[in-house]
Nanobody
């Protein structure tokens, strides 16, 4: 079993930055591709970013390309999402995902519980 715990969400003004973290335990972190998804109220959960097992490849949704950066530290069993130039439309619950496929493909193997990001205008 794999456990994923997100942190770092909060309230920020438009144009600001936040860094999300996802700590992973239970199995070898490096065997999984990792991703971030988000779900806004009344909308479906959508893909945000993904990173391969060895950080050699990254993949982003068009809506966040150039503003968000995904990274991972296999020594710390943690994946990060650096979010810059935040917009009100980035407001959502952000979920960390671990998957054997890259980019992570539904059904996702493991999900975190989510962390709220709210961007005020």
């Amino acid at each position: 079993q794999v456990q994923l715990v997100e942190s770092g969400g909060g309230l920020v003004q438009a144009g600001g930055s936040l860094r999300l973290s996802c700590a992973v335990s239970g199995r070898t972190f490096s065997r999984y591709a990792m991703g971030w998804f988000r779900q806004a109220p009344g909308k479906e959960r959508e893909f945000v970013a993904a990173i391969s097992r060895n950080s050699g490849s990254t993949y982003y949704a068009d809506s966040v390309k150039g503003r968000f950066t995904i990274s991972r530290d296999n020594a710390k069993n943690t994946v990060y999402l650096q979010m810059n130039s935040l917009k009100p439309e980035d407001t959502a619950v952000y979920y960390c995902a671990a998957d054997n496929a890259f980019p992570p493909t539904r059904p996702i193997d493991y999900w975190g519980q989510g962390t709220q990001v709210t961007v005020s205008s």
